[in-house]
T-cell receptor, first 116, second 112 residues
Framework: DTGVSQDPRHKITKRGQNVTFRCDPISEHNRLYWYRQTLGQGPEFLTYFQNEAQLEKSRLLSDRFSAERPKGSFSTLEIQRTEQGDSAMYLC??????????????FGEGSRLTVL | EDQVTQSPEALRLQEGESSSLNCSYTVSGLRGLFWYRQDPGKGPEFLFTLYSAGEEKEKERLKATLTKKESFLHITAPKPEDSATYLCAVQAGNNAGNMLTFGGGTRLMVKP
């Protein structure tokens, strides 16, 4: 399978706990994105990496959220001290960088978080 | 600020009943407009990219068109398997990272 892979697919946690999601992008893609989607809404941009550099973060990304892409390959998104409002689908996407980039993002299946 | 509005929010069709979904947008210099399909509990699946007004793309029963202010996704003779949420997104020309701004989606239900 050469698509974007996310793990875990589902996570149920209690309020106040920390959670971490992992994303493995398409191997030749050097751009990686995190989005959040709540029920009935479109995805909202959270943050973006080019290789290992985190180049942009949304205002939606509070200081409880941190994302890393240590070697420019897989990425992790950690949410500390989870709140019920964090319940959502967390989507990872990847795309090619400059040179061959036609703009489209390729999404994984998502990691659904439920905070009790 | 880039904005995307999709209508209707939900659409019920009988199998074979053609219709169109609308995506209105405002963006600082459009680099591309994207259509995605999303099935329940899954990530969005890429369908089309449109780059300039007047452009059209087709795939099976779907046809996407673009003007300077909006895009349409035309569905011809839909089948139940076309039931999904269809998402429209824009990419601004001043957006070095190619981030997408999405609309809220149109939930399509096709009944046999």
């Amino acid at each position: 399978d050469t698509g974007v892979s996310q793990d875990p697919r589902h996570k149920i946690t209690k309020r106040g706990q920390n959670v971490t999601f992992r994303c493995d992008p398409i191997s030749e893609h050097n751009r990686l994105y995190w989005y959040r989607q709540t029920l009935g809404q479109g995805p909202e941009f959270l943050t973006y990496f080019q290789n290992e550099a985190q180049l942009e973060k949304s205002r939606l990304l509070s200081d409880r959220f941190s994302a890393e892409r240590p070697k420019g390959s897989f990425s992790t998104l950690e949410i500390q001290r989870t709140e019920q409002g964090d319940s959502a689908m967390y989507l990872c996407a990847s795309s090619k960088g400059l040179g061959g980039n036609t703009g489209e993002l390729f999404f994984g299946e998502g990691s659904r978080l439920t905070v009790l | 600020e880039d904005q995307v509005t999709q209508s209707p929010e939900a659409l019920r069709l009988q199998e074979g009943e053609s219709s169109s979904l609308n995506c209105s947008y405002t963006v600082s210099g459009l680099r591309g407009l994207f259509w995605y399909r999303q099935d329940p509990g899954k990530g969005p699946e890429f369908l089309f990219t449109l780059y300039s007004a007047g452009e059209e793309k087709e795939k099976e029963r779907l046809k996407a068109t673009l003007t300077k202010k909006e895009s349409f996704l035309h569905i011809t003779a839909p089948k139940p398997e076309d039931s999904a949420t269809y998402l429209c997104a824009v990419q601004a020309g001043n957006n070095a990272g190619n981030m997408l701004t999405f609309g809220g989606g149109t939930r399509l239900m096709v009944k046999p």
